[in-house]
């Protein structure tokens, strides 16, 4: 059975660094690529980033210059870094599955982010 | 960045047919691949995969559920429409990077 699940903190004061994990299971990630995708309150989602199943990534270039997308195989984790966060950085974070063709056939419950002092 | 255009809401009678639409700012296929998929997502829930590649039924997807449409014009189809189909409803094309979607259709009972 193929899961996703991530993890973080809810809460971000402005200007920090955002840190989510993403744990894996039913599915190597040598074998699948893995996204991020956000989604504020009410809007639309927004496509962040993907870790290549052979260890490549590629960003948004809207997020490139804040955003790093890592991984550990041995644990199934996926990690998502996002530095100078502001308030409109505030929504749904998930992480998804993708099949070979690009696309997210699996979605995490999502991790909720709120950025406020 | 393509620009993919929904209509905000759609109002349907239960046993009707719903028909969503999504344009696209430019061709999404490729070949005889139309990169076009559409999801479902509930209040409180995360997004579902319903239709990938236009017209394909992902695993576990009712037979209601279909999709048409190539280059930028493309269609979900729910008929009939029974209560638990709603939801907001969003295409997503994985014609180039980054990867966009559509703002979303929320699909109402009249």
């Known amino acids: 059975q193929v899961q996703l699940k991530e993890s973080g903190p809810g809460l971000v004061q402005p200007s920090e660094t955002l840190s989510l994990t993403c744990t894996v299971s039913?599915?190597?990630?040598?074998?699948?690529?893995v996204s991020w995708v956000r989604q504020p309150s009410g809007k639309g989602p927004e496509w962040m980033g993907r870790?290549?199943?052979?260890?490549?990534?590629a960003y948004n270039s809207a997020l490139k210059s804040r955003l790093s997308i890592s991984r550990d195989t041995s644990k199934n984790q996926v990690f998502l870094k996002m530095n100078s966060l502001q308030t409109d950085d505030t929504g749904t974070y998930y992480c998804?599955?993708?099949?070979?063709?690009?696309?997210?056939?699996?979605w995490g419950q999502g991790a909720s982010v709120t950025v406020s002092s | 960045d393509i620009v993919l255009t929904q209509s905000p809401a759609l109002a349907v009678s239960l046993g009707q047919r719903a028909t969503i639409s999504c344009r696209a700012s430019?061709?999404?296929?490729?070949?005889?691949?139309?990169?076009m998929h559409w999801y479902q997502q509930k209040p409180g829930q995360q997004p579902k995969l319903l239709i990938y590649?236009?017209?394909n039924l992902a695993s576990g997807i009712p037979a209601r559920f279909s999709g048409s449409g190539s280059g930028t014009d493309f269609t979900l189809t729910i008929n009939p429409v029974q209560a638990d189909d709603i939801a907001t409803y969003y295409c997503?094309?994985?014609?180039?990077?980054?990867?966009?979607f559509g703002s979303g259709t929320k699909l109402e009972i009249k």
């Open positions: 430019q061709s999404v296929s490729i070949s005889r691949y139309n990169l």
């Open positions: 870790m290549w199943y052979d260890g490549d990534t």
């Open positions: 997503q094309q994985s014609r180039e990077s980054p990867f966009t």
């Open positions: 590649r236009a017209s």
């Open positions: 039913g599915f190597s990630l040598t074998s699948y690529s």
């Open positions: 998804t599955r993708e099949d070979g063709y690009d696309v997210m056939d699996a």
